[in-house]
């Protein structure tokens, strides 16, 4: 069956107006759908009807059709392949969030209560719990609840932000993407901030107040997430392209040697049975405690300012566990 056959099969096409109709906010005309999937405007119509009475909340405005994202559900059928690679990064998603977001438990709980398979629902389930059981934080839900409707819809977004040094901004900025932090808990959204007139990126944990404005905007068709991040650690790249070498002794080696810390990662072997692993990263702000973590099991050889840095908290930790320096 050729492409044409398959859309103007009546499933097929019904899927891929419901398609269309999601991905557009502003909502499409019937003479758009109708020439989209090559068929006439009254056949677009009882399609839409259609939809409406399989319960897509579909609406209708000034000769527009779209649907009601909000009150939107989607269907989804998963072998049991499929729901394992779910239940691992639902078990992520536990690990990673250290806060209390009432969409993911709602979500796995519908992904629990949806598997047919009873262990991995039984297990996805107590997922849910672990992040239900902790503390709610009403402010960081209407932020996450603000920036993502905001970035689907294309919508700006003003941003009261506390910096790291505590100092306090007003932002306007325009999401292009948001990310989850791969070293430890926090969201992220990146876009262009009219504050700066550059791409930043900014810690939704750390955002005070979250207001979506009316104005729209688009997304660059340059813009390609995975290459803006293709040099950071986690999420940072200053900008800067920074070569990082570390020593592993023999003892930690076997550990380094099990994962892929990172995509340019190059990894030599040493005659002790250590191995030295090189990076090419956008800044050594996240590297940092991610070193500091192997403790006396690596050495920094370069860049000298993470050496020097590694080498004061070292300093610091052997002072703070001077003998008899307890008090």
Not at 140 to 151: G, M, P
Not at 192 to 207: S, Y
Not at 214 to 237: K, R, T
Request: contains cysteine; glycine residues 6%.
């Amino acid at each position: 069956m050729s492409e044409d056959d398959r859309i103007k099969s009546k499933a097929a096409r019904l899927r891929r107006i419901e398609h269309r109709l999601y991905n557009a906010p502003q909502g499409l005309r019937v003479s758009d759908l109708a020439q989209d999937c090559g068929v006439a405007r009254r056949t677009i119509y009882r399609d839409l009807m259609a939809l409406h009475d399989m319960g897509v909340p579909v609406w209708e405005e000034r000769g527009r059709f779209g649907i009601d994202r909000a009150a939107y559900l989607s269907t989804v059928r998963l072998n049991l392949n499929e729901a394992i690679a779910l239940y691992f990064a639902a078990r992520l998603l536990a690990h990673h969030s250290d806060e209390h977001n009432p969409h993911i438990v709602s979500a796995l709980d519908k992904l629990a209560a949806g598997l047919p398979d009873r262990t991995i629902a039984a297990q996805i389930a107590q997922v849910a719990d672990l992040v239900r059981a902790r503390p709610i934080r009403a402010e960081y839900v209407q932020t996450l609840e603000t920036i993502t409707r905001a970035w689907a819809d294309r919508r700006l977004v003003r941003l009261r932000y506390r910096a790291p040094n505590r100092e306090v901004t007003e932002r306007v900025i325009a999401p292009y993407f948001v990310e989850v932090s791969r070293n430890g808990p926090g969201a992220y959204v990146i876009g262009h901030d009219t504050l700066r007139g550059a791409i930043r990126t900014f810690k939704l944990e750390r955002v005070e107040r979250a207001e979506a404005l009316d104005e729209p905007y688009e997304i660059p068709a340059g813009f390609d997430p995975n290459v803006f991040l293709a040099n950071a650690w986690g999420v940072m790249d200053e900008g800067a392209v920074v070569d990082v070498r570390l020593r592993f002794s023999t003892e930690a080696a076997t550990r380094v040697r099990e994962s892929r810390w990172h995509h340019s990662q190059e990894l030599v072997e040493r005659p002790d049975g250590g191995c030295d692993l090189a990076v090419t990263i956008g800044s050594t702000r996240e590297v940092l405690p991610w070193v500091l973590g192997w403790g006396a099991e690596v050495e920094v050889l370069a860049p000298d300012d993470l050496r020097d840095e590694v080498a004061a908290h070292g300093r610091r930790m052997a002072d703070l566990y001077a003998v008899g320096s307890r008090g």
